[in-house]
């Protein structure tokens, strides 16, 4: 997505070897303009799969994901990674290792919003190793729900976690593919690789 892209280029900072830092547009400060523009894509690509439920995980991936549901008209529901007061059981949960972090976070969502009649598009802001996509998948798993596809914002192409989403059979889309880092400027995989 050239728009997506562009703005990468423009805000992105490379932080070491691996990390690309988009605070001002997705992981802070949100351009709702933009997010609106990602979300009618990922709408766009996953139109006609029957999907009536869209799952992401707080907090990055709540923006582009209530676009995407805005757009197909169904509901967003964030995993949760803390613990809440208000949610204590009735769960499906599973356990997610942040690289970024270096955490494993329990992430949870209730039994009362997802079962096997659904049919779900899974959202994240980036995808890098995987985690995130598997603990979300296994989610799903859990409650018989079916998952039509994966909607990437940002995929780091030289990390591991396309791969591992596909070995699980969930179809992904990722809006920018970053190739690589190099000398702290990023560059995309060409559209024809893609
Ligand atoms: P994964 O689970 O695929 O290893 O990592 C995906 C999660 O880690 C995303 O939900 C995102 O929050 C975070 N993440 C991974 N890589 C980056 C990155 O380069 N920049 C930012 N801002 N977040 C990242």
């Known amino acids: 997505m050239k728009l997506l892209e562009d703005r990468i280029l423009t805000d992105g900072v490379v932080l070491g070897e691996d990390v690309l830092k988009v605070d001002n547009f997705l992981n802070h400060q949100i351009d709702p303009v ?30 582009p994901a209530v676009f995407a ?56 802001d980036f995808l890098a190793n995987g985690q995130a996509a598997i603990g979300l998948i296994d989610i799903c798993k859990q409650a018989g729900a079916k998952v039509s596809g994966m909607g990437i914002v940002i995929e780091k192409s030289f990390q591991k976690g396309r791969q591992i989403v596909e070995e699980s059979g969930v179809d992904i889309a990722s809006l920018a593919r970053i190739e690589a880092f190099v000398d702290g400027k990023v560059t995309f995989v060409k559209e024809e690789e893609a």
């Not at 979300?39 to 923006?63: D, L, P, V, W, Y």
């Open 34 to 63: 933009l997010m609106q523009e990602i979300g009618n894509e990922f709408a766009r690509i996953f139109k006609g799969r029957g999907i009536n439920k869209i799952i992401t995980i707080e907090s990055s991936g709540i923006a």
């Open 69 to 124: 549901g805005l757009k197909m008209e169904v509901p967003v529901i964030f995993a949760r990674k803390h613990k809440s007061l208000t949610l204590t059981d009735n769960l499906y949960s599973a356990s997610v290792y942040s690289f970024t972090k270096n955490v494993t976070n329990e992430i949870a969502v209730s039994k009362n919003f997802l079962d096997a009649s659904d049919n779900v598009l899974l959202i994240d």
